[in-house]
C-alpha cells in the first residue's frame, strides 16, 4: 500500500532523493545555470550563498520548492516541502547547494523541460532559471516549444539573468507564460537576489524568519528581533565603508544626515548617502557585517572609523553591544551603544545619528 503524501514526503526529505511536488499554489522549481561562464566573476559562488541563505533560513512556510542544477543536463532534482523543514533538513540542503560547481556548457531548454517535469501534470507552478543568459546547446529543446508547454500545464516561467544581456528566445519564452525577467549586474548584492526570489514566490517582498526552536515560522516576538530583521534600511555605499579615507572626490563622509558640508585638513566631510538617520540597517554585500576589530583611523570613507568592541550574536538573538571609533593611534578613541540581531543569515543593526568625522564600517 502506498504511503499517505504526506508521509512519503517527509521520507524523502531526510535522505534528500529526488521526487515530484504536490502542485499545491505556491510551488516553485529554481533551476541553476552550473555551466562554466558561472564561473566567472564567481557568479555561481554567490548565486549559491543566495540560495542556501533564502531556502534554508528565509523561504516562506506555505507550498514547495524544487531545486536542480543544469548545464548539458540536469544532474541533481530536490524537493522540499517548506511547512516540514527542520534543523536536520536545513543543514542538508545547504550541503546539496554547496555541491553544485561550474562545469561545461548550457541548456536552457532542458532545464525547463526538466523543470516542468518535477511541477508534474496540468496542476501550474512556476519555474525560476537562474543564469547567465547564454544559449550554448545546439540539441535544445526550443524556447517556443518550453513556452507552450508552460502554458498548456498552467505553468509560469521567471529569470533572473546574472550579468550578461538575456538571450531573446528565453526572455520572449517567459514573457509568453506570463513571466518576468529579472537582469542582475555581476557585482549584484545577495540582498537584491533575495527579493526577486521573494517576488516570484509570493508576489511580494516580505521576507519571513524561520524560527528553529519552534515547529513553524512567524514574526518571532522577541524585542529588536521581528522589528530589525523584517523592516531595514540598507548601507550600501559600500565601496567606500570598506576601503580609505576619501571617495574618488576627495570626500569624507559621516553618519550623519543633517551633517553641514565642511572641510577639515583639506578633506570635504559630507553625509553619507545612504544614512536615513537612527535606526535598523543592514549592509548590502554577501555576509556584511561591522569588523570586531579596529581599523584604524582614515578608514571606511570617514576619520574615525567604527567597529564592534565584542562579538556578533548567533541563533536568532539580539545583543547590544559598544560600537568604538578608532583613529590611527587609539582603537577606540569615543564609543557609541547599538544592538544587534542575528536574522539566521545576515545581520541587522540598530545605529545612532553619528557626529562629524565618525562612520560605521563594513568589513
Not at 2 to 16: D, F, N, V
Not at 178 to 193: P, R, T, V, W
Not at 299 to 325: Q, R, Y
Amino acid at each position: 500500500t502506498e504511503a499517505p503524501a504526506q508521509m512519503r514526503i517527509s521520507w524523502i526529505l531526510c535522505i534528500l532523493l529526488p521526487l515530484g511536488l504536490e502542485n499545491v499554489e505556491g510551488t516553485l522549481v529554481i533551476a541553476v545555470d552550473k555551466s562554466g561562464s558561472m564561473a566567472d566573476d564567481n557568479k555561481l559562488t554567490k548565486v549559491k550563498e543566495v540560495l542556501k541563505n533564502w531556502l534554508v533560513h528565509t523561504a516562506p512556510q506555505d507550498g514547495e520548492v524544487g531545486l536542480l542544477a543544469f548545464n548539458e543536463s540536469t544532474h541533481s532534482q530536490y524537493g522540499f516541502d517548506l511547512s516540514k523543514l527542520h534543523t536536520l533538513n536545513r543543514t542538508e540542503i545547504a550541503k546539496q547547494i554547496d555541491k553544485i560547481e561550474a562545469l561545461g556548457g548550457t541548456c536552457y531548454g532542458k532545464a525547463m523541460f526538466d523543470a516542468e517535469g518535477l511541477l508534474g501534470g496540468e496542476s501550474g507552478g512556476k519555474i525560476l532559471v537562474i543564469g547567465d543568459g547564454k544559449l550554448e546547446c545546439t540539441d535544445d529543446i526550443s524556447m517556443d516549444e518550453i513556452a507552450n508547454r508552460a502554458i498548456k500545464n498552467k505553468q509560469t516561467i521567471y529569470t533572473i539573468n546574472v550579468g550578461n544581456e538575456l538571450d531573446k528566445a528565453i526572455e520572449n519564452a517567459s514573457r509568453k507564460t506570463g513571466g518576468i525577467n529579472f537582469k542582475l549586474d555581476i557585482d549584484f548584492s545577495a540582498f537584491e537576489m533575495e527579493e526577486q526570489i521573494n517576488e516570484v514566490f509570493e508576489g511580494g517582498k516580505t521576507i519571513h524568519i524561520y524560527d528553529e526552536n519552534s515547529d513553524d515560522r512567524s514574526s518571532r516576538s522577541v524585542q529588536g528581533q521581528s522589528e530589525g530583521c523584517k523592516k531595514y534600511e540598507l548601507l550600501n555605499h559600500f565601496r567606500y565603508r570598506k576601503s580609505g579615507n576619501a571617495d574618488d572626490l576627495g570626500r569624507s563622509y559621516c553618519d550623519n544626515q543633517h551633517q553641514v558640508i565642511m572641510k577639515t585638513n583639506d578633506v570635504d566631510f559630507h553625509p553619507s548617502p545612504d544614512w536615513k538617520g537612527e535606526g535598523w540597517y543592514r549592509f548590502d554585500t554577501f555576509n556584511g557585517r561591522m569588523p570586531e576589530n579596529a581599523p584604524g583611523g582614515d578608514k571606511c570613507g570617514t576619520s574615525l572609523a567604527g567597529w564592534v568592541k565584542g562579538s556578533h550574536p548567533s541563533n536568532g538573538a539580539t545583543k547590544d553591544v559598544e560600537i568604538c571609533f578608532s583613529d590611527d593611534s587609539i582603537d577606540c578613541i569615543t564609543s557609541v551603544t547599538a544592538k544587534i540581531s542575528e536574522c539566521y543569515g545576515y545581520y541587522v543593526y540598530y545605529l545612532k545619528e553619528l557626529t562629524c568625522m565618525q562612520r560605521y564600517c563594513v568589513e
